[in-house]
């Protein structure tokens, strides 16, 4: 305990606080403690940063002796990435830099490390820049020149004592850097600096001395004006500017790229970037701090006097109340969000004890299920939760599976709640615990409601039938054109209405739609949908077919729109057609009758009007034929209630082709809507397809990188081998030229090997825009390509049999990646099974005018219960950490949907066997 007189005095870097006597002149202040914990610390990160510089330069050093190219590629970008920090803080900090030389040396850094940067890509042995030899010399001795010059030309800014306008200055060299490139890359006029065999030229050791005299005269009048800049800052440009002259002092000696001289110039580069980033951290983000720092120590200093500590006891029994309460409100904080968020997904958590037999729940499961505290939660008391109609199933399902099976509790089931007797539909996760000796422990896991998803589901399976009813009902058929891949897909009703036999997958050739329709008909058919393809839109129009079958022809009324993707282009067209043919023979037999009433209407006229003409001359010449008079009269009131008769029937006819016209239109509505929202159905399941191809080309990739590494990994050895032969024959006397060059050119050919390994490795990945047609061999060729270095690694043998060049068309890469899926799992499945003797055959034929491909091996076959389900997504035997359960049925859609293909598996006497027939 202290006494009442004794001060505790925080610091921010220590926990404990300090002691102090207060009034006492000899007491420790803040700044002091502050400047003994500083330096302490300062001394501790020296040597830390001193260890990773000498860690780091060893390493690099390292690198030489395995690859030179690689120690050139890591230093040049060590620089680079330094240049580009120096560049940062700079531009960041502009406010803070009083110094202008400081501000247009640290700018120029992000344009020097450009130059470095096209240096380093360009450097020999980098398959980038092939088309000219002298790049990276060219680029080096620029950015020294560009460096050089910054350097001296700086001071005048320093001399003037103008502030740097930052945007101009960027500018200035954003254009300089510009001109520099240009010069080398496109005009050709920059001097040639090395050439291999000679060494370097006149320009450039020439150059590298104009550099070291820039670099002395900016050092004189650094030298000349230190008192314009901090001490520490003085001697770090300093250093920088005599590691820059060692720099190009080595690298005026070599004869080659890859000798100690480069060497050394590279490290002393390197030292020089390192110094001039110290030089702006210094700048820019200590000294700022600094002068905060000592504010702040000032204000407490002024504030030491008037403020009185508690005491030891009282600090460190609020600190713990404090920190208590922290933790509790901590934890608190923790499990409102999880239990909110629990709450929000409708999410119970549970644990069972095996031991016991007893489980606990959470407060939501308790909502859930519909209990409360008292219920009994033994596994009986579960199963009679779950639904009658689910509970054997659920009973076995948890002894068989998840206890016997020792497998995770993963199951969709129906429950009743028993507060309210609803049925509910839940998704039960949960893991297995054991003691160390194998003995059940627990079930841990959480279940969730899902009963409005369940319902969702529903919904749409009854919104689809309902709608597959209807089109069915009505006589409409669906149809889709993709005018990217130029993919046709018809629903059974298309089929029904062109007569033509249904396929499973619903895609047709443009054939069997063009061939139906009649030739005088089809150009101007076809000019409507290439319009409504380009432009977008809705169209509706008329046209003839002959059906498939029987040749009848047939009235066809079509309704299309169009569909667009994510980046607004028109991918699809969406239609329907209508076999109005019946509607067009009654409207045709309406008209008919129409036409035959209106000739008796006329004829009755006619006939009435002689009539009457008659009776006026009879009656005129024999006036006293009363009695005839009175029956032509009669005859006249009959005739005129036979016209009347007749209108009244014309009349009914019009108003029944009026309504059956009405229910047309009521009916075309009503697909209309229809129509649109199986688009949109069929438009979500299209996106899963996308995101599921996408899946099995990223789980594809991790096989694709192990590949690459076998492909590369002899080359690799082979080249190593060659460059340590280089120094062993030297050491020998035996260098000659002959030599040399048979070196350099087995080296060029197998760079040029692991070059065209990436190439094919890339065009495998080069995603597919529309059919084309290819050769089946090559493009089995180039897969066994990708595959060729694993095989031989694990002593796999290949058979490849082609009888026969055959050509298909469809989906080159696609088709490959098929072929990879089956021969990586057939590889995965030898693998683990260790057989002895392991092959793979591919043979390559042709039946009934198709392409087949058979791919087989001697793995023993694939087991009964499961080979009927290997097709099916998301299923997979190689457990959740391996496998993705997707590569099988994407290779099946690919080839049975996008090339209309036919993709099966069979056992055979030695192992499975895949057969794609296209």
């Known amino acids: 305990m202290f006494s009442d007189t004794d001060q505790i005095i925080a610091c921010p870097e220590q926990q404990a606080p300090i002691k102090t006597k207060t009034g006492e002149k000899g007491g420790t202040t803040v700044r002091q403690l502050m400047t003994t914990i500083a330096e302490s610390r300062s001394g501790q990160a020296k040597i830390i940063n001193w260890l990773l510089i000498i860690i780091t330069m060893a390493g690099l050093y390292l690198t030489t002796k ?54 380093t890509l360009a450097y020999k042995g980098m ?28 001071f005048l800014f320093l001399y003037a004592k103008k502030n740097v306008n930052v945007g101009i200055t960027f500018a200035l060299y954003a254009v300089i850097t510009s001109f520099i490139i240009l010069s080398i890359f496109y005009w050709k006029i920059f001097p040639v600096c090395f050439i291999a065999g000679k060494g370097l030229t006149s320009f450039k050791i020439y150059s590298e001395y104009v550099i070291c005299a820039i670099l002395i005269a900016s050092i004189l009048l650094l030298i000349k004006n230190k008192n314009m800049f901090a001490d520490f800052v003085y001697k770090m440009l300093l250093l920088s500017m005599v590691c820059t002259i060692i720099s190009e002092l080595a690298f005026t000696r070599y004869i080659d790229n890859y000798d100690i001289s480069n060497i050394i110039g590279h490290y002393f580069k390197l030292f020089s970037f390192m110094i001039i980033y110290r030089v702006i951290v210094s700048t820019c983000i200590e000294e700022p701090y600094q002068l905060i720092f000592r504010e702040l120590n000032q204000i407490n200093d002024n504030l030491r006097e008037e403020i009185y500590l508690r005491k030891k006891t009282e600090i460190e029994l609020e600190s713990e109340i404090n920190n208590h309460k922290q933790t509790e409100a901590a934890l608190r904080e923790s499990e409102f969000f999880f239990k909110e968020s629990q709450s929000v997904a409708s999410i119970g958590s549970y644990k069972t004890d095996f031991n016991t037999g007893t489980w606990e729940s959470s407060e939501i499961l308790n909502n859930i299920f519909g209990i409360n505290l008292d219920y009994p939660r033994t596994i009986q008391g579960w199963l009679d939760i779950v639904h009658p109609n689910d509970r054997d199933m659920m009973d076995q399902y948890l002894k068989d599976e998840v206890i016997a099976g020792r497998k995770p509790f993963a199951k969709e089931y129906r429950i009743v709640r028993k507060s309210d007797e609803e049925t509910r539909w839940v998704h039960g996760h949960g893991e297995v615990k054991y003691y160390g000796n194998g003995v059940l422990l627990s079930l841990i896991g959480t279940i969730q409601d899902i009963t409005e998803r369940k319902m969702a589901e529903e919904a749409v399976l009854e919104s689809d039938l309902r709608f597959r009813l209807a089109t069915e009902a009505t006589g409409i058929g669906i149809w889709e054109w993709n005018v990217m891949t130029n993919q046709i897909h018809w629903d059974s009703q298309m089929f029904h209405i062109y007569g033509i036999a249904p396929v499973v997958d619903g895609f047709i050739q443009y054939s069997d739609w063009s061939g139906a329709v009649l030739p005088e008909e089809l150009p101007e058919q076809e000019r409507v949908l290439q319009n409504t393809a380009q432009r977008g839109g809705n169209n509706s129009r008329e046209f003839h077919i002959l059906r498939r079958d029987n040749g009848e022809c047939r009235d066809i009324y079509a ?19 209508l076999d109005i043919t019946d509607r067009k023979r009654t409207e045709e037999q309406l008209k008919k009758s129409a036409s035959e009433l209106q000739t008796v209407n006329s004829n009755l006229f006619d006939s009435h009007r002689a009539t009457i003409n008659i009776m006026q001359d009879a009656i005129i010449a024999r006036r006293k034929a009363d009695e005839i008079s009175l029956e032509l009269q009669a005859e006249i009131a009959e005739r005129q209630r036979t016209e009347e008769t007749l209108e009244e029937l014309n009349e009914k006819l019009e108003n029944r082709v009026a309504e059956r016209t009405k229910a ?17 159905a069929t438009e979500a399941l299209r996106e899963k397809e996308q995101m599921l191809i996408q899946q099995s080309r990223q789980a594809a990739m991790g096989e694709m990188i192990g590949n690459i590494a076998h492909q590369w990994r002899q080359p690799l050895n082979t080249l190593g081998l060659t460059i340590q032969q280089l120094s062993l024959y030297h050491d020998l006397g035996e260098f000659t030229k002959e030599f040399l060059d048979n070196s350099v050119n087995r080296s060029m050919e197998l760079i040029k090997h692991m070059s065209q390994t990436i190439d094919d490795f890339r065009n495998y990945f080069r995603p597919d825009k529309e059919k084309v047609e290819f050769k089946v061999q090559e493009a089995l060729a180039s897969t066994l390509v990708l595959i060729e270095d694993s095989y031989k690694s694990q002593n796999i043998g290949v058979e490849f049999v082609a009888k026969g060049d ?3 068309q469809g989906f080159r890469n696609e088709f490959s990646q098929v072929v990879l899926n ?28 198709r392409a087949v491909v058979t791919i087989s091996d001697n793995a023993g076959g694939i087991p009964e219960e499961i080979i009927g389900k290997i097709f099916d997504p998301y299923f997979t035997t ?38 794609i027939e296209v």
């Open 66 to 119: 395995v690859n030179y190219l690689l120690f050139h590629s890591l230093i040049e970008l060590f620089s680079i990435i330094v240049a580009a920090t120096v560049f940062i803080i700079t531009w960041k900090s502009v406010k803070y830099i009083e110094n202008p030389y400081l501000i247009m040396v640290g700018i120029s850094y992000l344009f020097i490390g450009i130059l470095d940067l096209l240096h």
């Open 127 to 154: 398959p980038i820049f092939t088309d000219y030899d002298y790049y990276a010399n060219q680029f080096w001795i620029a950015a020294r020149f560009l460096e050089s010059c910054i350097l001296l030309v700086a």
């Open 559 to 577: 309704v299309e729109t169009v569909r667009r993707n994510a980046r607004g282009e028109i991918e699809w067209v969406v239609g329907t057609n």
């Open 664 to 680: 047309l239109e009521y009916h075309i509505e009503k697909l209309k809507i229809e129509t649109e929202e199986r688009v949109q």
């Open 806 to 808: 055959l050509i298909i």
């Open 822 to 849: 089956i021969l990586n799992n057939a590889r995965d499945v030898l693998l683990e099974r260790e057989i002895k003797d392991p092959r793979v055959s591919i043979v390559i034929d042709s039946e009934n005018g």
């Open 878 to 915: 190689k457990g959740p950490q391996t496998g993705t359960g997707i590569g099988l049925f994407m290779s099946k859609t690919i080839i049975e949907k996008n090339m209309n293909g036919r993709l099966t598996a069979q056992n055979t006497a030695d192992g499975a066997e895949f057969r």
